[in-house]
């Protein structure tokens, strides 16, 4: 057993660290007073060839593992949540179905231009009356001679106002309760296709989250992404990934909430010392270092597994499930540490403790993770 990084997986993070710091951080609270979409920050990404990190170099990609994409999206998400959940719906919902299902033609158009960053990647899931239970899809797709017909709608979509394309689910046929989900890959310039960014939302202010609306969109048969019926099975495996960037993203925020929490720590002083030297100060700074280390070590591992091809549906979920909610405590701490001033807009915890809750809520809610763990044991 190696816990130590290869020499791959600690470029990538210091690359993504410095990059982080020098790019990322500086104007991340006024992104989040404004509710600036962070785009020349992906640019620049694309640039360093970052924006493929984790798919073959055939298509523009880096041709990294899945560690590397964690610790990329953990390194985005230490300093803004906003960046680090843009770019990790751009790989794992964007890119990876394109990756897993696209035939070699989907990937050299569709692929290469996530790599490139010529778009951002997307995925449409969620509806208003299908979240939890996606199954309960309703938006439809009509055969009409050799063209597919969407109508419905979509809901809590990222990126979608920076996509190109993406893929989506519709049922395709349905006998009794029984839906045959199948996903197409949909130009968001197709006629009848609305992309609303209107939400207004409690954190990950300079992230984009949208609603979709599809009247009458047609698509042709080469737009089906894999094969027609298996798009329920096809959106599972892509959460399984998905969960492994959410696990990631949280590590990020409680690490980045735990040092901001530290920092003040050491330099406050009352009572004549600082207020790490109060046993009730030092104890809960060692829990949320503690806790940290341990979800780290837990995306670590299903991304690992994911690596080796090894099933990770259980890891991911444990993954998932604990990071998030290891990051909603450590950021509440690491506000009760500041006092009042932590309430205070003038100190980033306030901002971490507002974003890092849609880590419990994203990917599957804690309560859905708790659902497949406990049908991956055996209950």
């Known amino acids: 057993m190696n816990f130590e990084l290869t020499a791959e997986q600690k470029m990538i993070r210091k690359m993504m660290r410095d990059f982080a710091e020098g790019e990322v951080a500086?104007?991340?609270?006024?992104?989040?007073?404004?509710?600036k979409f962070p785009l020349s920050i992906f640019k620049k990404m694309a640039d360093l060839n970052l924006m493929g990190l984790p798919f073959p170099e055939e298509y523009g990609g880096g041709g990294a593992d899945a560690v590397c994409f964690a610790i990329a999206v953990e390194e985005l998400s230490r300093v803004c949540a906003s960046t680090g959940i843009?770019?990790?719906?751009?790989?794992?919902?964007?890119?990876?179905?394109?990756?897993?299902?696209?035939?070699?033609?989907?990937?050299?158009?569709?692929?290469?231009?996530?790599?490139?960053?010529?778009?951002?990647?997307?995925?449409?899931?969620?509806?208003?009356?299908a979240g939890s239970d996606a199954g309960g899809t309703q938006t439809k797709a009509i055969k009409k001679e050799d063209k597919w017909v969407l109508n419905g709608s979509k809901c809590f979509i990222t990126n979608a106002s920076?996509?190109?394309?993406?893929?989506?689910?519709?049922?395709?046929?349905?006998?009794?309760?029984?839906?045959?989900i199948t996903?197409?890959?949909?130009?968001?310039?197709?006629?009848?296709?609305?992309?609303?960014?209107?939400?207004?939302?409690?954190?990950?202010h300079s992230s984009n989250t949208t609603?979709?609306?599809?009247?009458?969109?047609?698509?042709?048969?080469?737009?089906?992404?894999?094969?027609?019926?298996?798009?329920?099975?096809?959106?599972?495996?892509?959460?399984?990934?998905?969960?492994?960037g959410i696990g990631a993203m949280a590590v990020g925020i409680a690490q980045g909430a735990y040092e901001q929490a530290l920092r003040?720590?050491?330099?406050?002083?009352?009572?004549?010392?600082?207020?790490?030297?109060?046993?009730?100060i030092s104890h809960m700074l060692a829990d949320m270092h503690m806790q940290i280390e341990l979800a780290r070590t837990m995306v670590y591992k299903?991304?690992?597994?994911?690596?080796?091809?090894?099933?990770?549906?259980?890891?991911?979920?444990?993954?998932?499930?604990?990071?998030?909610?290891?990051?909603?405590?450590?950021?509440?701490k690491a506000v009760q540490i500041h006092g009042g001033w932590g309430y205070?807009?003038?100190f980033k915890v306030e901002r971490f403790l507002r974003d890092v809750k849609l880590t419990e809520i994203g990917e599957g809610t804690s309560e859905i993770q708790r659902n497949i763990i406990a049908r991956e044991i055996g209950c």
Not at 99 to 124: D, M, N, P, V
Not at 166 to 177: D, I, K, M, P, R
Not at 305 to 326: I, R
């Open 86 to 129: 843009t770019y990790s719906a751009h790989i794992s919902l964007g890119g990876a179905p394109l990756h897993l299902f696209g035939t070699k033609q989907q990937k050299e158009k569709y692929l290469t231009a996530i790599c490139r960053g010529e778009s951002l990647g997307a995925f449409g899931l969620t509806e208003p009356n």
């Open 162 to 180: 920076y996509a190109n394309f993406l893929a989506l689910t519709a049922v395709t046929n349905q006998v009794g309760n029984q839906k045959e």
């Open 26 to 35: 500086p104007g991340a609270d006024e992104r989040d007073r404004t509710k």
């Open 211 to 244: 609603e979709l609306i599809l009247e009458n969109v047609e698509v042709d048969g080469d737009a089906i992404l894999g094969e027609i019926g298996k798009g329920f099975k096809q959106f599972l495996v892509t959460l399984d990934g998905g969960r492994i």
């Open 183 to 204: 996903a197409f890959i949909v130009p968001t310039t197709t006629p009848g296709f609305l992309v609303i960014d209107q939400y207004e939302k409690l954190g990950l």
């Open 344 to 346: 205070m807009r003038d």
């Open 264 to 280: 003040y720590a050491q330099e406050r002083i009352q009572f004549g010392q600082s207020l790490s030297k109060f046993q009730a």
């Open 302 to 332: 299903a991304a690992w597994l994911k690596d080796q091809n090894k099933k990770y549906t259980k890891e991911a979920s444990m993954c998932k499930l604990f990071a998030s909610e290891m990051a909603m405590r450590v950021c509440d």
